[in-house]
């Protein structure tokens, strides 16, 4: 009884730490693509880097700062982080977005991918110096605050915007849009009610009335005035429902899925991974994978935003070259060749890091953002249906099996998951085709969105 209380306590913990999550990250995400919708790519990168390392950060806290005590990180976790997050919701609002012309935003988030990449360089430096030194209280405590240093070092860009506020442009007077011409230096406001635009939204406004006569409605199209209510087209906003019933979101929602299940599968099994590979210890292993996979977050982020405003090239053929890597590796893993342990754990945490971050900015653009939290959190569920039954049930399988055939309580060797790399390679190759049918797909709606090398702005953003 007392065993099936601790479980069911467990899987409460659980339920509530994960839920907790998706509302986190589905607030920051939302929020910050809102605000920052001509960087979508940038402000992705940074935000899933941020989240890559964040376990790296834990980290160190708690084997510096916390001497490795469960109880002591648990009580962290439940007042110190808590206390943070209240304190920052305070400053987050939605916020107009920039124009196109606004300079200091890029300059900006240059500042703030400097600050996260000197971050996780240090954290993987400092992970691997406290696994082959023993440090003492005092430079444990010093190498936390340079932690916190870089983690509070992007509050500068508020803190300068405060002091030296950027002077908004003056607009030069507007002429035929305001005013009609009548002679040289004189003009009359124009009647609203006249002008096409003013027209069109007040018998829109009537079209949407139930009691409006078909007659009426149809005299109304016939003048132009009205247009027939129609399904959005890629690039517009789209509800949920109308997004499920769309080729496009199911063949983005199988790539990543094909993509991020396979990384997490490494990911989650990388322990054991190391082991079977002959490891006594894996931290360092562990913290190669962590930091490649935040340098293909950012990194993916940076150059897909590069790449679409220059070239109106789909973010999607990054999750191709991402796909083709995974393929291409899972062969020399499951053969296990000398020294492509390493080696192979960097290349796919990298390809891992740009599936899950090229998604987010992909989906804002096919579907919109005034929906876009549900459709994000829908495309999101590729990743622990990946896990489950690539993680749970093949990884699983295949490593109880072999380790019964071994007869021991831990496998050894490379056919511990020989059959799921090679499997793994193969979903990797699917998701190769599928993502280059998405590529071909889309490319006419990205000529459309960054045509003259600049994001063309919805005026509905879904605020």
């Known amino acids: 009884m007392l065993s099936f209380l601790l479980l069911l ?6 339920v509530i730490a994960t839920n907790s999550n998706a509302w986190f990250g589905t607030a920051v995400v939302v929020t910050n693509m809102r605000n920052f919708p001509l960087s979508r790519g940038t402000v992705s990168g940074i935000l899933k880097g941020c989240a890559g390392i964040s376990a790296a950060v834990y980290t160190v806290v708690y084997s510096l700062v916390l001497k490795g005590s469960a109880s002591n990180l648990l009580l962290f976790l439940t007042l110190v982080i ?45 992970a691997i110096i406290g696994t082959v030194v023993s440090l003492s209280d005092a430079v444990s405590y010093i190498l936390v605050a ?64 139930d009691d409006a006569s078909d007659v009426e409605i149809l005299l109304a199209m016939g003048e132009g005035a009205v247009k027939k209510k129609r399904r959005p087209k890629r690039g517009e906003d789209f509800k949920i429902h109308e997004a499920l019933i769309k080729a496009d979101f199911w063949l983005l929602w199988v790539v990543y899925f094909l993509g991020v299940g396979s990384g ?23 913290a190669l994978f962590g930091f490649c996979n935040f340098v293909g977050r950012i990194g993916s982020g ?29 062969i020399p893993f499951a053969l296990a060749l000398d020294g492509i342990l390493y080696t192979a754990t960097a290349l796919l945490g990298i390809s891992y890091g ?20 549900l459709i994000y959190n829908v495309l999101l569920l590729g990743n622990p249906v990946g896990a489950l039954l690539f993680s749970g049930i093949l990884a699983g399988y295949v490593y109880d099996a072999e380790t019964a055939r071994q007869g021991s309580s ?39 969105l960054y045509s003259g090398g600049s994001y063309h702005l919805p005026q509905n953003l879904g605020h």
């Open 9 to 14: 306590q467990l899987w409460l913990a659980l």
């Open 82 to 126: 808590p206390i943070l997050c209240l304190a920052m919701m305070y400053f987050i609002r939605p916020c107009t977005p920039a124009s196109g012309e606004d300079s200091s935003e890029h300059v900006h988030f240059l500042f703030t991918q400097a600050a996260v990449i000197l971050l996780a360089i240090y954290l993987l430096i400092t």
């Open 146 to 209: 340079i932690v916190v240093i870089f983690l509070i070092s992007p509050l500068a860009i508020p803190v300068k915007m405060t002091i030296f506020p950027s002077r908004p442009k003056k607009n030069p007077p507007s002429d035929s849009s305001d005013h009609l011409m009548l002679g040289e230096g004189e003009t009359t406001p124009t009647d609203p009610l006249l002008t096409p635009s003013s027209s069109a939204t007040s018998l829109g406004s009537f079209y949407e009335n």
């Open 264 to 286: 997490v599968t490494i990911l989650n099994n990388l322990a054991q991974i190391g082991a079977a590979f002959g490891l006594e210890d894996t931290t360092i292993l562990l």
């Open 302 to 330: 940076a150059v897909s935003e590069h790449f679409v405003r220059s070239r109106a090239i789909p973010r999607t053929l990054l999750m191709t070259c991402a796909h083709i890597i995974m393929a291409i590796t899972f």
């Open 354 to 373: 740009i599936l899950y971050a090229v998604m987010v900015p992909t989906a804002s653009e096919l579907f919109g953002l005034r929906h876009f939290g």
């Open 410 to 448: 831990t496998c050894l060797g490379p056919d511990c998951f020989k059959i799921t790399f090679l499997a793994l390679a193969g979903f990797c190759g699917l998701g190769t085709v599928v993502s280059i049918i998405l590529t071909v797909r889309i490319r006419p709606v990205y000529q459309m």
